[in-house]
């Protein structure tokens, strides 16, 4: 799908003299918009979102993009696409500021220590490395996201929002050399690298402000069918939190360029994802993370 080379002159005047925004919020709309178009990414809308944090309600932000999308979807060339593509981007919309309202709320629902401790040891991390910590907080958006989807409560999704920001805290004791190495592991360094969720987990059992959340930590590597570690619990066994923050987990991960493994497409990662329903991964979860992601292809029946 193409768009007008200077979208914003194809805009008529009154829009701006008619619509109770900023000039500057209907053009960054504008261009947010033109280029979700172009790369045929909806969930561009996303930035844009996150730039009008100033706007005093959801409802504000809707009803702007309402109208640029109105204005931009007008009868003419490509009409039902454009319209069809408006519809995508509206629900992407949509759907991002109810997740991150419902996330919002969550996280006001933890005592102020819990969360000052929590973000000092992000904080950390982010100074050990930063694109651990950064693919700590990308997880938790996803797990925090399922976690609404599935209407879990605001304390559950609190519990998985802070586990999944904190899910790799024990790499930070694990060497960096042996985490990046690009050669098969000796068996010593496995079972280092597998330490890590075990190590994170104590990390967190001695501050009391995050003791709760040490369990969940420790069983993110567990394997829906039981295969996983540290203890090889299986199913119902696995704490839900720790079920959701794994799943988000594996997905991030695998779309992550790393010297020790293939990276893969959105695409390839949601078919792996696919392909460990019922084994490494709950089902049922894997189905409402597909569907939150839109992906279409055929899921695996339970083991």
Request: charged residues 20%; hydrophobic residues 45%; proline residues 5%.
């Amino acid at each position: 799908m193409t768009v007008a080379t200077d979208v914003l002159e194809s805009l008529p005047q009154s829009l701006y003299r008619s619509l109770p925004w900023a000039a500057h919020t209907i053009d960054s709309c504008v261009k947010i918009v033109a280029e979700a178009q172009r790369t045929n990414n909806p969930r561009r809308v996303r930035a844009w979102i996150d730039f009008e944090r100033a706007m005093p309600s959801g409802e504000e932000i809707l009803g702007c993009l309402d109208s640029v999308l109105h204005q931009m979807t007008l009868p003419g060339e490509s009409f039902a696409d454009r319209v069809r593509f408006a519809n995508k981007l509206r629900q992407e919309a949509l759907d991002y500021l109810r997740t991150s309202g419902a996330m919002a709320s969550a996280q006001g629902t933890l005592e102020p220590q819990t969360a000052a401790q929590a973000d000092g040891l992000v904080a950390a991390m982010r100074l050990h490395d930063p694109d651990l910590a950064e693919h700590c907080e990308i997880t938790a958006q996803l797990a925090s996201r399922l976690a609404v989807g599935m209407g879990l409560d605001s304390a559950t999704v609190a519990r998985i929002t802070l586990t999944a920001r904190l899910h790799d805290i024990g790499k930070m004791r694990i060497s960096r050399s042996i985490m990046n190495k690009p050669l098969p592991l000796t068996a010593a360094e496995r079972a280092e690298v597998q330490s890590y969720p075990t190590v994170g987990a104590e990390t967190l059992a001695a501050m009391p402000a995050l003791a709760d959340i040490a369990p969940l930590v420790r069983a993110q590597r567990e394997w829906f069918d039981g295969r996983g570690y540290p203890a090889g619990t299986a199913r119902a066994e696995i704490p839900l939190e720790s079920r959701i923050v794994a799943l988000a987990d594996a997905f991030h991960t695998m779309t992550l360029a790393r010297p020790y493994r293939i990276t893969y497409s959105t695409n390839e990662a949601m078919e792996q994802i696919v392909a460990g329903s019922g084994t490494q991964f709950d089902p049922e979860l894997v189905t409402a993370f597909t569907a939150m992601l839109g992906y279409r292809g055929r899921i695996a029946q339970s083991a």
